[in-house]
């Protein structure tokens, strides 16, 4: 089975491939998951390299994990190209606007949105998540912002993270947020219907493709995921 979570170094040494082809989580389910922990590691294992090539398709998953990861890539002395092969949704849009340079096929996509949780308690538990929420998007606020410079304004990106704005290569490319625009490819799915139910205006394009993934195995990652994120405060996957 093709994985999700992959590092391949070139011949030259000098320059490396990540790929991230499904949801990011907190806790890793197997080897084919991408975790900021695996992140790390996988990255120290590269040495000293100056090129670092992302290739990702994620409709993306723990808020935490993906900060983290982003940050990381900020960080890295490499010089880091993003290639949004098919979809870099929620919190993989995060990560894919951390990286010195974003490249889109006309026909890949970017989603951006509020964070969102599942959450029980009082009004004062409640009004105490709300405003957490607020915080966390702040962090994402910022890296957008960071990568669009002067095309993009506090105020738009609030109000395209407000609609869960899906934006094609194109608009990503007006707004700042990618460098290049190439040809068309033929998009790969990663995920199932069951995961995009939790987003309100998915595409018909993303609901259509073969689906590579049993919703079987899907199922389970998502179940783990829900537990670990469970114990830092039910924050679902909401960037």
């Known amino acids: 089975m093709k994985k999700f979570w992959e590092v391949k170094q070139s011949a030259n040494n000098s320059e490396a491939e990540i790929y991230i082809f499904g949801e990011i989580v907190s806790s890793k389910w197997d080897d084919t998951d991408t975790t900021a922990a695996s992140f790390q590691k996988d990255l120290r294992t590269l040495g000293e390299i100056s090129q670092i090539n992302l290739h990702i398709n994620s409709p993306g998953g723990s808020v935490f994990e993906g900060i983290a990861i982003g940050n990381m890539l900020k960080q890295h ?11 870099a949704a ?7 606007s951390s990286c010195d340079e974003v490249v889109m096929p006309e026909n890949s996509m970017m989603m951006i ?4 949780t599942i959450s029980m308690g009082n009004a004062k538990e409640l009004r105490k998540q709300a405003d957490d929420l607020d915080k966390i998007s702040e962090s994402s606020v910022v890296t957008y912002l960071a990568k669009a410079g002067e095309k993009l304004t506090e105020e738009k990106i609030k109000e395209i993270m407000d ?8 608009e990503a490319f ?13 998009i790969a799915a990663s995920v199932s219907e ?3 139910s939790a987003y309100q205006k998915v595409p018909n394009d993303f609901l259509q493709v073969k689906q ?3 919703d079987e195995q899907r199922e389970l990652i998502i179940q783990n995921a829900k537990r670990s994120n469970a114990l830092m405060g039910n924050i679902l996957g909401g960037l």
Do not use: M, R
């Open 212 to 214: 590579e993934v049993p």
């Open 113 to 116: 949105h509020n964070p969102w």
């Open 163 to 170: 609609e869960e704005t899906w934006l094609t290569a194109e």
């Open 77 to 87: 002395k490499a010089h880091v190209t993003a290639y949004v092969d098919a979809l």
């Open 194 to 196: 069951k995961l995009f």
């Open 174 to 186: 007006n707004l700042g947020l990618c460098d290049t625009v190439t040809s068309a490819n033929q």
């Open 90 to 96: 929620s919190i993989a849009s995060v990560i894919v």
